[in-house]
């Protein structure tokens, strides 16, 4: 409760300043008939989706590109492919942070079609409530479904119908006391200016100092490049590559690294791995969040299949012994927030909900999500603001998987 309270204050002064033979007769033998040539198989088709008066429709994804979010720009080409035409995917500019206004025109041109009835952002980048805001003008009947939001809680809350994200606040103690059990002495947080000024991201770094001094821990603040910056994604990542190793030199490997950013992932993987160093989970925790990549794991053939991708990547750990000095969830977050989203809306457009804030149905659709993926041990709560909860917000919060066992 101490960590909802401490959250709502930041919140507060946020306010105040921030995508799947014939019957024959009997008769004298005939000669042989050639055998039929082959054809090919014909690809599943997608089930038909209407509304509840017949109509069909359309449910409009938002994501990142790959190189800022590759699990959920792969999750919505998973439900293209699984729902066909119905899915409409767009990807919002890299250097989002200076093109607000093409955030604003691309979802205003995708609500433009009346056969959309929901709009799923995952990530919800800054400028997502101004886009809301702006479609509701001439489509207040939309859906609009929120993941990741990179704004206000309050805000976001008040434009979007469902809002989704990992337990941020939670995770202020969940992080440290996992690197704490794998052996941290020192803990390492990168960020920048604009995440510290999310509301979450800087609840959940105070948290962290709080709890690394519990746990004894030295937290240290290592400001990193922007990449929405004129560096762009390559130099942070650089960055990450050259900052890595100069950490292990000067605290040793007992080093725990974090970063809040989904680009760093890949490189701070591969250099802590690289480094024999400490690494709790991602900023996104996912098994399929920067770790096929910065491992070199092949994931062709095997896509969807998190146990595989778990397997692979404790392999790999084993390598070089760090199966007990990395993790991550076993649950593919953006992935799991992507599809809930998507069967929500679907849900939604078919006239199969109390309206665009049926909780009931949204848990439901989020836990249909989570039992096809075999996820087991999610915690669903809802995000408290001024020591109230806001039943639209809803936070996930899975356990760590341990790749030494």
Not at 71 to 95: C, F, R, S, W
Not at 102 to 112: C, E, K, L, N
Not at 148 to 174: F, L, N, R
Not at 382 to 403: I, K, Q, R, T
Request: aromatic share 8%; proline share 7%.
């Amino acid at each position: 409760m101490r960590q909802k309270k401490l959250f709502s204050l930041l919140a507060v002064m946020m306010v105040i300043s921030l995508l799947l033979g014939a019957c024959r007769t009997a008769a004298a033998p005939a000669a042989p008939e050639a055998p039929p040539a082959e054809q090919p198989a014909k690809p599943a088709q997608p089930e038909a989706h209407v509304t509840a008066d017949g109509k069909p429709y359309k449910i409009g994804i938002l994501t990142g590109t790959v190189s800022q979010g590759e699990e959920e720009y792969n999750e919505a080409q998973n439900l293209k492919a699984k729902y066909g035409d119905m899915i409409v995917h767009t990807t919002y500019p890299d250097n989002f942070m200076s093109e607000t206004e093409t955030v604003i025109s691309q979802t205003v041109q995708m609500a433009a079609d009346p056969d959309v009835k929901a709009i799923v952002w995952v990530q919800s980048i800054p400028g997502t409530s101004a886009a809301i805001e702006k479609v509701r003008e001439t489509r207040p009947d939309m859906l609009f479904v929120s993941g990741v939001p990179g704004e206000d809680p309050a805000v976001i809350a008040s434009k979007a119908d469902i809002v989704m994200m990992v337990d941020e606040i939670s995770m202020g103690k969940t992080i440290p006391e996992e690197a704490a059990r794998m052996g941290a002495k020192v803990f390492i947080h990168y960020s920048f200016p604009r995440h510290l000024g999310y509301a979450t991201i800087a609840a959940r770094r105070e948290i962290m100092i709080e709890t690394c001094k519990e746990l004894g821990i030295e937290f240290v603040d290592v400001n990193a490049p922007d990449p929405t910056g004129d560096a762009g994604i390559s130099g942070a990542q650089q960055f990450i590559l050259e900052d890595v190793p100069r950490q292990v030199e000067k605290y040793g490997k007992d080093t725990a690294f974090f970063s809040t950013n989904c680009g760093m992932q890949e490189p701070l993987i591969r250099s802590v791995w690289e480094q024999g160093a400490i690494f709790p989970q991602q900023c996104c925790p996912s098994p399929y969040h920067g770790y096929p990549a910065a491992l070199n794991i092949d994931v062709k053939g095997h896509e969807g299949d998190v146990q595989y991708m778990l397997d692979q990547i404790k392999a790999k750990l084993t390598e070089k012994d760090q199966q007990a000095r990395m993790s991550t969830w076993p649950v593919p977050i953006n992935m799991l927030m992507l599809d809930a989203g998507v069967r929500y809306a679907i849900a939604f457009a078919e006239g199969k909900t109390q309206g665009p804030k049926d909780y009931v149905a949204f848990k439901a659709a989020l836990d249909e999500a989570g039992a096809e993926r075999n996820i087991q041990g999610l915690q669903v709560s809802n995000f408290e603001f001024e020591g109230a909860p806001m039943d639209n917000y809803f936070l996930l919060l899975s356990p760590f998987y341990d790749f030494s066992k």
